[in-house]
């Protein structure tokens, strides 16, 4: 490596097969976070005893279009808030970037379900994991941006612009821009 990592840095390298890796681990969330979790596990159980509960009624017969409906909704109730709170008790996978010859490889791993900054109900199930190759053309596109709430590391392939070291500091993104311009120019 060109120059040594900052001080306190949360970036971890390894060499796996003669292929440099570079780990970048999202922030640690909170106990609120874990709170919000385990309320929905106890919601859960509260549901499962509200399901079986129709569902006995609707088997023997006794029960009516109405108690039908609401199980469907029911249902999707439940589906949803066991996804929730498997996500969020889960945790995050970190951002693995590879260090090729002929390029990088970016895992963007699977960032923590952030309750504050939700804006819709699909939010709370994060972003899907993506396994990336990019060139050598494509890493000339490697951006260090400013922005009103810190800094960006982005790279940009196709039409499509990644964000590399998003559980990073500034100060990491800023070293590893400089790094991955070195390493490829």
């Known amino acids: 490596m060109s120059a040594p990592p ?3 840095t949360k970036l971890e390298f390894d060499t796996i097969q003669g292929q440099r890796i570079i780990r970048i681990p999202y922030p640690r969330q909170g106990a609120s976070h874990y709170l919000v979790g385990g309320f929905l596990l106890f919601w859960l159980c ?8 129709v569902f006995s009624k609707l ?7 109405f108690l039908f409906a609401w199980l469907g909704g029911w249902t999707l109730a439940g ?13 995050s996978k970190p951002q693995v970037l590879t260090i090729e010859p002929t390029g990088l490889r970016l895992d963007t791993g699977k960032p923590p379900v952030t309750l ?3 804006k819709k109900v699909t939010d709370i199930f994060g972003k899907k994991r993506k396994l990336l190759e990019f060139s050598k ?11 009103s709430e810190g800094n960006r590391l982005t790279i940009d392939k196709g039409a499509d612009r990644i964000d590399l ?9 800023e070293w590893l821009f400089k ?6 120019t």
């Open 6 to 8: 900052p001080a306190n």
């Open 46 to 53: 509260g549901w499962a005893v509200g399901f079986l509960s």
């Open 59 to 65: 088997l023997n017969g006794e029960g009516s279009l």
């Open 79 to 91: 589906l949803f808030a066991a996804r929730a709170a498997y996500q969020i008790i889960r945790g």
């Open 116 to 118: 504050t900054k939700t």
């Open 137 to 147: 053309s494509e890493i000339g596109t490697l951006n260090l941006r400013e922005t």
């Open 165 to 173: 070291a998003e559980g990073a500091t500034e100060v990491d993104r």
């Open 179 to 184: 790094f991955l311009k070195a390493e490829y």
